[in-house]
């Protein structure tokens, strides 16, 4: 069973940043694709970025591109998300997830799920 845990949510004002780790257990990090979804009360879970298994291919949603970097360091079974220039709309549930296709953006293509870590960013 695979477990994933993301930390380094917390309160951060507008324009501030912020970054998420995911770890994940098991000794095949390498071999999948990674995402980063966020959920806001009342909104649908949704896509936010996703790193293939070396870490070369690289999507984003629109609302983040050029605020939001994603990264993974595989010797450490980690993934990472930078979060810079923040917003209010950003305020969110972040949560970390597991894929065979990270070129697919439906959280129904991602298999194993985080607990999800909050993000709150203050106007």
């Known amino acids: 069973q695979v477990q994933l845990v993301e930390s380094g949510g917390g309160l951060v004002q507008t324009g501030g940043a912020l970054s998420l780790s995911c770890v994940a257990s098991g000794r095949t990090f390498s071999s999948y694709g990674m995402g980063w979804f966020r959920q806001a009360p009342g909104n649908e879970r949704e896509f936010v970025a996703a790193?293939?298994?070396?870490?070369?291919?690289?999507y984003f949603a629109d609302s983040v591109k050029g605020r939001f970097t994603i990264s993974r360091d595989n010797t450490k079974n980690t993934m990472y998300l930078q979060m810079s220039g923040l917003k209010p709309e950003d305020t969110a549930v972040y949560y970390c997830?597991?894929?065979?296709?990270?070129?697919?953006?439906?959280?129904?293509?991602?298999?194993?799920w985080g607990q999800g870590t909050q993000v709150t960013v203050s106007s």
């Open positions: 790193i293939s298994g070396g870490g070369s291919v690289k």
């Open positions: 997830a597991r894929t065979e296709d990270y070129q697919a953006r439906p959280t129904s293509t991602y298999n194993y």
